[in-house]
Structures are given as C-alpha cells and as structure tokens.
C-alpha cells in the first residue's frame, strides 16, 4: 500500500503545476459530440467510491488521535501570522461561541478520525457524510458555477467543491492531470477554520485541491486514499500535502458514530 500511495502522491503533486478545476470527463464530451445527452458523472464513473470507509491512521498519531499541544506547528508551512492566530487558540470560546466545527471544515475533515458514508446524492453530485462532527460534503460533477458568498461568515465549512475524473479529456485538447479514473476535486469558498485541532487558521482564500482514488489487495480489502493540497497565501508560505487512508467496511451502519462537532476532542 505504501508504493501505490507515494505514486499517488506524486501525481497529485504534479497538479500544482496548474491548480486548475477539474473539467467534465471523456465520456461527457462524446455525448456533447455525438449531438446527444453526455452521459452523467454517475454513468460515467470509472470508478466505484461509493459505501462505508474508516481511517487507518498510520503517521502522526499524536497530532490526530490525540488533541495537539497548543503552539505544536510541526510540519505545517504556516507564516508568522498564522503562528499569532494560533497562539490566540481557545477551545472553551469557540465552543460557547458556536464556532466549534472550526476544525471540521473541508480543508481539514479528511483527517479528523472516523468513519465516511460515499453516496451519490443524485446523478451529477457525490456526497461525503462523515460520522466525526456529523458534516457533509457535496461534490458537485459539471460546468455548475459557485455560488458566491457576501461574507466568510456565510460561507459553508465545507465550500463548494467541483469535481471529475481526472486523467479525462479536458479543454482544448488538453487533460485533466492526474492518473486517468482518479477523481480530482477542487474546493473554494470555505468558511475560515483550522487545519489542525489546536487553532492553527486557514482563510476563506484557501484553495484544497484532492485526488481520490481506490485499489484492492491480493487479500480482497479495498483502500480508498485521499491526497490533498492546500494552498492559503493568508496563513502559509507554502503548498501543504497530506495523505490519507480509508479502509473499506462492510456496506452498513455498524460502527456508525456521529458526533457532534467538539472543539476540544481529536473527533
């Protein structure tokens, strides 16, 4: 598991070459083509990530499983500001505040611990659900603008993400990057929030670009690994990578757990 997740790295490394949105896949364009209806993002899918995942934490288990010491920026391209922000770090305030899903946001809900339900919540929109802070996450397939939002605080935690196969045929002759039957996903919008449990911020600028992609072993257990980009020029002086691993479990509700966002709990 570990070769195929640093080749999934490094693809989704290469997007930042052009962090561009996603375009609509192959097999849409030769439904346009052909005169016809394009076939829609469920039909087209080459790839099934729809059911029940858990996180397998294998590396930084104290900064997930636990919550993090307060001032603990370990492996986080952040800027003095953003250290200043984070210094300012109250839970029990953020909490009575309402502000308590401050960590749940999708620029850092992929690494909260817990457990994902993968549905598609029509033909053209696949739905994330996630037991840890009960949120969920639209992944919108198509030419659908963003809607826009007068403030950062009517933005949505989760933003507004668009999505398609990536490696497909793209504008112009061109493709979207990515290994092909990946799903490459693009996140703005978001309402400002931490990316990590201790308070450390990210703007409403931020820009997640994911890849998402699924495999089985020779043992019949089926990963899904979810590599993400941030960039923020508020709060980091760098792109921030990460990459994360689902395990597949059996397609019900046991062990199902929705949780409440917590401002002082790793989940």
């Known amino acids: 598991m570990l070769r ?16 561009a949105s996603p375009h609509v896949a192959d097999a849409q364009a030769r439904g346009a083509r052909a005169g016809g209806p394009p076939p829609t993002a469920r039909t087209a899918a080459p790839k099934d990530l729809t059911g029940y995942w858990v996180a397998v934490v294998t590396e930084h288990w104290h900064l997930r499983m636990e919550m993090p010491p307060k001032g603990d920026f370990s492996m986080l391209p952040v800027n003095a500001e953003a250290r200043r922000v984070a210094g300012m770090w109250d839970p029990a305030q953020d909490q009575a505040s309402g502000n308590a899903c401050r960590s749940y ?4 809900i992929m690494r909260v611990p817990g457990r994902l339900h993968i549905t598609w919540a029509d033909d053209n929109t696949l739905k994330i659900d996630t037991d840890s802070g009960t949120q969920t996450r639209l992944l919108h397939f198509g030419a659908a603008p963003a809607p826009a939002a007068a403030t950062a605080t009517q ?9 398609a196969w990536a ?6 002759g061109g493709r979207t990057p990515g290994p092909a039957g990946n799903l490459g996903v693009t996140t703005t919008r978001m309402r400002p929030g931490y990316l990590r449990k201790n308070g450390v911020p990210y703007s409403e600028n931020t820009v997640l670009q994911e890849y998402f992609d699924t495999f089985t072993e020779p043992n019949g257990d089926s990963w ?6 941030i960039t923020d020029p508020q709060y980091l002086t760098g792109p921030y990578a990460t990459t994360n691993h689902f395990k597949k479990v059996p397609d019900n509700a046991s062990g199902w757990d929705p949780t409440p966002c917590r401002a002082d709990q790793p989940r």
């Not at 195929?4 to 962090?19: D, E, K, N, P, Q």
């Not at 946001?105 to 850092?108: E, F, K, L, V």
């Not at 490696?167 to 112009?172: D, I, L, S």
């Not at 899904?224 to 980009?229: K, P």
């Open 155 to 163: 933005a949505e935690w989760q933003g507004y993400s668009a999505a």
């Open 167 to 172: 490696g497909a045929a793209a504008g112009r």
């Open 4 to 19: 195929r997740t640093r080749s999934i790295c490094l693809a989704a490394l290469a997007l930042l070459v052009g962090l």
């Open 105 to 108: 946001g999708a620029a850092a």
């Open 224 to 229: 899904l690994v979810v590599t993400s980009i």
